[in-house]
């Protein structure tokens, strides 16, 4: 078994900052990617930043290139989203997101709970 657990999320005001953790447990051979995905109200789930392939490719949404930070910290299993300069627009529900292998031929495409960010003055 492999369990995402999310921290970080929460109401801050426009103009402010928020860091997001996922940190990955269980049974992992090796992660492929890490990422960061998010739902707005009414909307689909859409990518806000992602890693790959041992972090040589980086990914960011247009909307939060400039603003949102993607790392990890690989003795961890974690990857963090560092939020800055918020908008009210960047309110959604923010889903983390492992692809990794548990056995060298057990792929497994995992996803947090999700964590609420709300932007708002």
């Known amino acids: 078994q492999v369990q995402l657990q999310e921290s970080g999320g929460g109401l801050v005001q426009p103009g402010g900052s928020l860091r997001l953790s996922c940190a990955a447990s269980?049974?992992?051979?090796?992660?492929?990617?890490m990422g960061w995905y998010r739902q707005a109200p009414g909307k689909e789930r859409e990518m806000a930043a992602t890693?790959?392939?041992?972090?040589?490719?980086?990914n960011y949404a247009d909307s939060v290139k400039g603003r949102f930070t993607i790392s990890r910290d690989n003795a961890k299993n974690t990857v963090y989203l560092q939020m800055n300069s918020l908008k009210p627009e960047d309110t959604a529900v923010y889903y983390c997101?492992?692809?990794?292998?548990?056995?060298?031929?057990?792929?497994?495409?995992?996803w947090g709970q999700g964590t609420l960010v709300t932007v708002s003055s």
């Open positions: 997101n492992i692809r990794l292998w548990r056995t060298p031929m057990n792929f497994y495409n995992a």
């Open positions: 269980g049974s992992i051979f090796r992660i492929d990617s």
């Open positions: 890693f790959t392939t041992g972090g040589a490719i980086t």
